[in-house]
Structure formats: C-alpha cells, structure tokens
C-alpha cells in the first residue's frame, strides 16, 4: 500500500493568474464603491433642485416651485406664483420676524384677491440650522390668517430655499408663467410693490381687484 503525501504542493501559474484576477476584482469594486453610494445620495426621495450660490436674477430662470403641503398635497403650480422665504417660526430676530410676518400678510392679500385669475402664492419656512415643526407652521397658518396660501412642509421649504440661494429673509419672489423671474423683493414687503408686478404677469388691469375673491 502507498502512502500519499499530505505536504501541499507550491502554487502553479493557474492559481497565480486565479488569485491576481480576484484581487483586482475586490479592489475595482473598493474604487467604484463610493461613487455609486454617491450617486444613490444624489438620487434620494430628498433630492430636489441644486443648491444655488446666487438667487437667480430677474428675467431668469427660477427654480421650479414643486414640494410638498402640510396635508401632504403635491405643490406643481401651472401659472404665475408668487414666492415667500420666510423664517417666523424658528432662529429668527425680532426684526426679520416683523418682516416675515408683514410679507405674510402682503402675499395673504395677492392671494386673496388674485387667487381666481390664476395667481398660486406659496410660503416657505427657511430654517436651515432648526427645522420648524408641522404642527408650528399649521398653528401659524391660522395665527397670521394665511387662508389661500399654500404653506409648504418643512422639507419642501428648505430644499426650494436652498435652490434659491435665500440667505436673509424675507425674500418674494414673482415667477412668471414661462417659469422666469419676473419680480423679486429682498428684506420688507409691500403691496405697492408687488401689485403691479402681479396684474403684469396676470394680463389684469392695473388696480383691478376681482370682487369675487374678497371675503365678506
């Protein structure tokens, strides 16, 4: 009977080639890893429109209006919106929280009376370091009387601030039905500002006011 040698045999030039095609598969895959994780981030449910370092300028294009309600309705606008960035509900001083309550009641207005001819007006919470809570921005839609206006939640409102480039607020913008800016008012708001802006981009005539939509 003959005794076989259990001493393992060195590796041939089969096996060599074997171990190298494997080691370059493990390490492309360390290589290309990070990218497709990278590019699954960008993909996210939260990925919307990009950071801006600039708001956009009048006669541009703006950044598409598009987020989400607080009763978790999709907001797509179809004709011209006028656009709040606001901050009254968190990290805001006295100043800029006066502000922010004044262009609230302004867009409240354009709502109000400019909301039938077409007119869509959208508030955004902008908090970028403490996110406000539903519940604050729905006691707020109350508080400040902001019927007609459609209060993004807060994910939707720090994702469209931040596409506007907003670093102060208040911050109005008027988008045009053609998806350009077609007015924008940095700091305090007023109606004689934005009025004519407004029946411009309806086709209205100026100082109209459609009786239908003022509440008794």
């Known amino acids: 009977m003959t005794r076989r040698s ?10 060599c ?37 600039h708001p956009p300028a009048s006669g541009a294009p ?10 978790g309705r999709e907001v797509r606008p179809s004709g011209p919106v006028l656009l709040a960035l ?11 929280l006066a502000d922010s ?22 508030i955004a919470d902008v908090a970028p370091d403490q996110a406000p809570e539903r519940g604050a921005l729905v006691n707020l839609s109350y508080d400040w009387h902001l019927g007609g206006v ?5 994910a939707s409102g720090r994702r469209l601030a931040a596409s506007y480039g907003a670093t102060r607020t208040p ?5 045009a039905q053609d998806g350009t800016v077609a007015g924008h008012w940095p700091g305090a708001l007023s109606a004689v500002q934005v009025a004519p802006a407004v029946q411009h981009a309806l086709g209205a005539a100026p100082g ?7 509440s008794p």
């Open 6 to 15: 259990l001493r393992r045999q060195p590796p041939g030039p089969a096996d």
């Open 17 to 53: 080639t074997c171990r190298l095609g494997a080691l370059r598969r493990v390490l492309a895959l360390g290589f290309a890893l990070p990218a497709v994780l990278a590019v699954a981030g960008c993909t996210g449910p939260d990925a919307g429109e990009p950071a801006a370092e």
């Open 62 to 71: 703006a950044p598409a209006v598009r987020g989400t309600d607080l009763s």
């Open 86 to 96: 606001l901050r009254p509900t968190a990290g805001a001083g006295s100043a800029e």
């Open 101 to 122: 309550r004044t262009a609230a009641v302004v867009t409240a207005s354009m709502a109000e009376q400019y909301r039938s001819l077409g007119l869509t007006v959208v």
């Open 150 to 154: 459609t209060l993004l939640d807060p």
């Open 171 to 175: 911050d109005t913008y008027l988008v």
């Open 208 to 214: 109209a006011v459609p009786s239908a939509t003022v």
